[in-house]
Each structure stands twice: as C-alpha cells, then as structure tokens.
C-alpha cells in the first residue's frame, strides 16, 4: 500500500438511503395510500421498516491517489450523482466516511446559479464566488473568461438573450478558473459546440497535468477511457468493478457487470479464451426487438487443423463454431460473428448472409464459420455472435438471439506485417508487394 | 495542502459551523447584491417599487381608516401614525416571508453546491434590511412635511430594526427548514403574518385595546418594535412595560427554535426538495 500521505481522497463503507415508503403501496394501488403519506411526512410515528429505504449508494469503498485521474461510470441511477453530491457536501452520507485531502472544487453543473435577469457580467461574479473563487481573482481574470467563451461584448447583456451555447460557454469559462487540489467533475465536458468541447478537454488535461486530483463521472465511457487512469463501475448503487479505465470501459460495455456469478477480476475475464459457455452471458437488447429466444449456447474458436486455439497470428485461418438449441422459428436462418475492438468499434463482420443463401438451421447443432485470413492488427478483440431472422426478398433483418461479449481472442502480426507493424486501432492491413517502377535521375 | 475535509453522517446533536459563515462572509455580500439586483431588474420602474408598493398600502389605510373610519390616533395625523409603524411591521413581515422561503427558492444552487446553507436566510434578511432602509428615508421626509422634524434619535431606527431581526430571523430559519419537507407551513406562515398585522397597533393605537389585555398583547415582539418607532419619528409617549422583558425572551426563544429547527434540517434539505 501506498503511504498515507499519497492519498487524496479516501472513501470507506459509504452508503445513502432515501425513505420511500411509497414504494410497495404503488403495487397494490386500490389500498389507501394514506400510510405511505404518513410514514413519508412522520417517519417516527409509523415504525418505517428497512424496506420503506431505497439505498441509492451502498458500501462503496475507493481511494485515489493524489494526482490521480479517476473515472465513475455507470448507468442512469446507478449512484454516481449521489456519490458525487455526497463528496461534495451537497448531502450527507448515511453510513461510511469520506476523507479528502486538499481544497475541493466540485462543479456538478456548470453555471450554478445564472439568473437570467442579471447580466453575464453579473453572473460570473456570482457564479465564481459560488464555486468558491475570491472575488478580486474573478476581477483580474475577467478578460480571461470573455476571450475563452468568446461572448465579446454581450458579457453586459442579461443572460437570457444568449443563445444555449453562449450560455454554456460562459458558464463554462468560469469553471475553467477554478482551480483547487481535488476537482469533482460531473459531465461537465459535454456541452457546447465541437470546438468549445476541444477547448474544455484541453482544459481538464492541463488541470490533469498540472497534478491535480481528478474525480470524474461520465455518461461516456469513451471519455472516461481517454482522461482517467483508473475508473470503477457502479452499478444500483453498488462497486461492481474497479480496476484500469480501458479495462472499465471493456466490461462497462460488455454489461457483464450487470450479472452475478462472473469472476469480479477484470483481468480473468478479459483474458483471450477458445470457447465460452454463452447460456450466461447477457444478451442484447433493445426495445424494438422481440425478447431473446436464447438459442445460442456455445462458442469456441479453432485453428486450420480444428484444434481449439485462442491466440492467432495475423492472416491465419480462425474458425469459429457455434453450438445452438431450440430453434423453432422457421424463418430463422442466419448466424453473424462480429468483431470489436477494445474501444468497441467493429473491426470485421463475417455473416452468413454474405454468402447469399439462408442456413437451413432448424432444432439443434453446430455451425462452422470459416475465416480463411483473418487480417487483424495486435490486439484483443472481442467476438459477438448474432443469429436471427433475415429475408433476401424484402432484406429484412431480425436479430433473434444475440451476445454482445461472447468471448475475446488474441491477434499478433508475427512476422507477416514487419517494419511499423499493424495496431488494433490502424483498419486491416492487406499482405501488399512494393517496387520501384521508375526513378527520375538527376 | 493541509485541508482536510471529512464527510460524515450527520450527528444527532444539531449544529451550525457559525466560523464558517463567518469565512464565507464574501459570498454573503454576493448573494444580497445577487438577491437585490435580480429583484429590480426586469421592472421598468426597478427599485422605486419598493417605494411605491408601501406607499400605496399607506393611502388606502388613509383613505379607510383615516378618513371613513376615523380611527383616533391621539391627535397625530393619521398617514405619518401609520407610516411610522408601518415601516417596522413591513420591514419584520417582509424579512419573515424572505428568510422563509430562501431555502426552497435557492433548491437548484442547494442541490449543487455546497457553502453554509444559514447564507441565505441571513442574505434574505439583509435584502429586506436595505429595502426597509430606503423606506425609512421617505418616512423621515414625509414626517418633516407633516410637521415632525428630524431628531438625533433618528439614529435608533437601526438599533429597532435589528431588534426586529431577531424574532423574524426566529420564524423565518424553522419555516425555512420545515417547509422544505413540510409544504403546508408556507400558506400558514402567511395567515399566522396576516394575524399578527392585527394583534399590532398599526391601524389603531394601544389606548384602544382592553387594559386587561394589554399584558399579553404587549408581550408581542414587534409590538415594541412599531411603539420605539412612533417615539423616534412622531415622539410618541413611550411606557415601558414588564411584557417588554416577556417579548424579549420570546425573541431569544425563536432565535434559538430556528437555530436548532435550521441546523437539524438544513442537511436533509437537497434530499426532500
């Protein structure tokens, strides 16, 4: 363990509960509600039970070093506000301790506080003196804010006649002169235009150079990804994950943190593997499509010969198969092995309806794929399968069953690209030949 | 680099880091020229309606109570007697009301940021003071044109208005508090204020209340605060009375209530909204 001395803020056992007694009446809605209102409105008089407490936050434990970037990701409702607004002082925990070392500027909304009757002028003022920002420092670097937001001469004018971005803008320039030991920071980087949004990451990295701590919530993985060093995923409240931020993104977009039983090591399970049990892994899903028929069982991966292999060398031949029970769907007729990268970005594509013609694929079986030359840079790439429904006359497409992260595989150039060699990041390289064909002498 | 801040359950025993407001006394000073700027200026005739709204009050009390009415006021006229008493019970209803709802007013800014919750009470409550200010210039004017001269004990107005401070302050940080949670204290606050505009002598003089009620009806803190200022402006004959050191333990009463009320429920403040 590091020395005390390292640590910039310290997070132990820290819970947040809400009294929601209204919670279960809302199931059986013909009962009168006036118990819920009471317990709601005199906790002390009904007896409230553990069950009328919603935990937005519970038992979450972290540390962060100083100078560290540190990323909070989850979904909507999965804590992260709460823990945000918790090391913020806005509200107390219920439980559990947070230490933090250093002065703390948080900024959970950029432009806290703007009125819209008072000048932009006016509102930097305020705004900064709220932020916690002397006001003779506000004053000096005044000109400072109207050049960074680029609002010129409408900084005398009431913010109400400023247009959205305008208004982000400014609100923005003066959360850019905060400048404290340990900042918290709540989705602040996505406002604006493109430009302005290059300009305040610009910003978060200098603050990130200049060695302050940084606590950061997203939305966006990605971002997140790109800024921290190491992030966690919370998850209805609770740590799921911790560990490096492009791990974090990994399993942040797998979803497997979603699920019990799985191996809570990040490195266990994004370790490149031959084959995968798929009845437990998470399915996509989406709203337009109909629920998944969960036909899909298993995945293994195999070399030329058919032996099970989970590394592969650049241009080799990979074969996937794929184990599948119960179809029953007649019109079910296709099988797809989709390929990402570790930022989940398709890499490569390989579906059966390529080929032109449906599978005929009723009951139960094995599928082979075939991928004579798979052109992929060094890297771990993460394979999904689809199956489904797809009709050649009106090119219709069905995804009736599919897993997102069915498992990964290692690709390494290995002598075939030499020289710079092919990243995961760089597209597929194509084997190429090069020769001169003419040289204009001098 | 030695800043060190740890968060906590809140403890049972309820307290206000007093040193710290005392730190953020900047941001105060921020947030009343916040508070009285944003008041005046989307209005074309800006801060002269906080002239003209008391002014107005005052010729219809004239008109009814003076005129039609007839209300005796023991020989002075009746606009400056009303005036002069009006000011102290605008300034108390005024910083009541204002203290009261700056909590739920202020729920966006609460919900984001953190500085002492207690700034916005005390801003709200120096907004009305500079108000009440302005006011008591164009009450000494109208008392010289009735025929009351200035006097050195002018210079007591402050002295009556921070007095009156204290039980509004009282009020207004447990309404504050409670109405967060409690929605139906803010309509009550308004009727209980509209009571207490009778129970003063404002439209009316004392000599008209029953001498045997006037040990209680004197025990009410701005009752003394409307009869120092009749003395200071129209010199008035001012009787102390024992109900004075009543109504001054009611007002350190309230002041501690809405200290305790505010400093156990400004915490839960951003969860209930």
Redesign the interface.
């Known amino acids: 363990m590091s020395s005390d001395d390292d640590i910039a803020i310290r997070v132990s056992g820290l819970g947040k509960r ?1 009294l929601v007694p209204q919670r279960h009446e809302a199931s059986n809605s013909a009962a009168p509600d006036w118990r819920a209102r009471l317990k709601e ?1 005199f906790p002390g008089l009904l007896s409230a039970s553990d069950t009328d407490y919603f935990w937005a936050l519970r038992d979450v434990s972290f540390e962060v070093k100083r100078g560290e970037v540190y990323g909070i990701v989850g979904d909507n409702g999965s804590g992260k506000s709460t823990l945000l ?20 500027g ?1 900024l ?2 950029v432009g ?2 703007f ?1 819209p ?2 000048t932009g002028r ?1 509102n930097v ?2 705004n900064g ?3 916690g920002i ?2 003779a420092e506000i004053r000096a670097k005044l000109n400072e804010i109207i050049t960074f937001s680029g609002i010129g001469e409408f900084i005398d004018v ?1 913010v109400k006649r400023y247009s959205s971005g305008m208004y982000v803008r400014l609100a923005f320039s003066v959360a850019a002169l905060l400048q404290s ?1 340990i900042m918290i920071l709540d989705e602040v980087l996505s406002v604006g235009d493109a430009a302005f949004r290059a300009k305040t990451e610009g910003g978060i990295k200098k603050a990130i150079d200049q060695g302050r701590t940084v606590l950061f919530v997203s939305h966006n993985p990605k971002s997140v990804a790109s800024i921290c060093d190491r992030a966690m995923i919370l998850h209805k409240g609770r740590k799921m994950f911790e560990g490096s931020a492009k791990d974090a993104l990994a399993e942040y977009l797998s979803g497997d943190y979603r699920h019990d039983g799985l191996p809570t090591d990040a490195n266990e399970r994004h370790r490149e593997s031959d084959h995968a049990d798929l009845t437990k892994k998470a399915r996509f899903q989406h709203p337009s499509l109909p629920a998944p028929s969960h036909v899909l069982k298993e995945l293994s991966v195999h070399d030329s010969t058919g032996a099970p292999r989970a590394s592969f060398k650049t241009g080799e031949e990979v074969r996937f198969r794929i184990r599948y029970e119960g179809i029953e769907d007649p019109a079910h007729n296709f099988f797809a092995v989709l390929i990402h990268n570790s930022v989940q970005e398709r890499v490569a594509t390989l579906h059966s309806t390529h080929t032109g013609r449906p599978l005929n694929v009723n009951g139960s079986g094995i599928i082979e794929c075939v991928v004579p030359s798979l052109m992929l840079g060094d890297g771990l790439y993460s394979i999904m399968v689809d199956s489904g429904a797809y009709d050649f006359r009106t090119r219709q497409h069905v995804s009736l069953d599919c897993v997102q992260h069915a498992l990964y595989i290692r690709m390494s150039n290995d002598g075939l690209f030499g020289g710079v060699g092919l990243g995961e990041f760089q597209g597929t390289g194509s084997p190429s030949q090069w020769s001169l064909l003419d040289r204009a002498s001098r | 680099m030695d800043d060190v801040r740890i968060i906590r359950p809140p403890s049972r025993i309820p307290k206000l880091d007093l040193g710290e407001v005392l730190r953020s006394r900047e941001l105060l000073w921020v947030f009343v020229r916040r508070g009285i700027f944003a008041r005046y200026r989307q209005m074309a005739l800006g801060i002269f309606w906080s002239l003209l709204e008391p002014l107005g009050l005052l010729i219809m009390m004239s008109v009814v109570f003076g005129m039609i009415l007839r209300v005796p006021t023991g020989g002075f006229p009746y606009p400056i007697f009303v005036f002069s008493a009006l000011i102290p019970w605008l300034y108390f209803s005024k910083a009541v009301n204002g203290t009261a709802s700056s909590l739920h007013e202020n729920i966006a800014i609460i919900s984001k940021i953190y500085f002492p919750r207690v700034l916005l009470p005390l801003s709200a409550l120096m907004r009305e003071m500079f108000d009440s200010l302005m006011l008591f210039v164009l009450l000494v004017v109208l008392a010289w044109i009735y025929g009351f001269p200035p006097s050195w004990k002018l210079l007591l107005m402050p002295i009556v208005l921070l007095y009156l401070s204290i039980p509004a302050l009282g009020i207004g940080l447990s309404v504050a508090a409670i109405s967060i949670r409690y929605r139906d204290f803010r309509p009550m606050l308004a009727l209980v204020l509209q009571a207490g505009f009778y129970v003063t002598p404002i439209l009316y003089p004392v000599a008209l209340v029953p001498e045997i009620a006037r040990p209680i009806y004197m025990a009410n803190p701005v009752y003394w605060g409307v009869e120092f200022s009749r003395w200071i402006i129209l010199d008035q004959p001012m009787t102390l009375h024992p109900s004075l050191i009543v109504s001054l333990l009611i007002c350190a009463g309230l002041l501690i209530a809405g200290y305790y009320i505010f400093a156990s429920y400004e915490r839960e403040a951003v969860d209930v909204q």
Request: charged share 20%; aromatic share 10%; glycine share 8%.
């Open positions: 809400y409105f607004k918790i090391l913020s002082a806005v509200t107390p925990p219920s439980e559990g301790e947070a230490l933090l070392r250093g002065r703390v948080s959970l909304e806290t506080g009125h009757d008072l006016e003022f305020f003196s709220l932020l002397p006001q009431p030991d």
